[in-house]
């Protein structure tokens, strides 16, 4: 397994900005599809946002279509969200997930090989 550490979360008002950082140790990074997901108080975990081992392929959840990005910098071992426009909808604890596979796997959180333990985003109104 890879060893996942999130970072960047924090209290933001409504229309701010946000980068969130997964920095992956233990195993080759590149041979990982890395993830975003997302889970709000009382509600489900959801998928924000997918990118595959080079960075070449990404897939993003309803939610984030047009205001979040991710990437990946394999030479950092990093993976990254850039959250902008955010809404109080957003809060929530984000989680960085590692899967091998690469694909409609990465339509819910099922089976993922690794998870960070999460970071806390919080956008006020």
């Known amino acids: 397994q890879v060893h996942l550490v999130e970072s960047g979360g924090g209290l933001v008002q409504a229309g701010g900005s946000l980068r969130l950082s997964c920095t992956a140790s233990g195993r080759t990074f590149s041979s990982y599809a890395m993830g975003w997901f997302r889970q709000a108080p009382g509600k489900e975990r959801e998928v924000v946002a997918a990118i595959d081992w080079s960075g070449d392929g990404t897939r993003y959840g309803d939610s984030a279509q047009g205001r979040f990005t991710i990437s990946r910098d394999n030479a950092k071992n990093t993976v990254f969200l850039q959250m902008n426009n955010l809404k109080p909808e957003d809060t929530a604890v984000y989680y960085c997930?590692?899967?091998?596979?690469?694909?409609?796997?990465?339509?819910?959180?099922?089976?993922?090989?690794?998870w960070g333990k999460g970071t806390l985003v919080t956008v006020s109104s």
């Open positions: 997930a590692a899967d091998t596979a690469y694909g409609t796997n990465w339509r819910t959180d099922y089976g993922k090989e690794s």
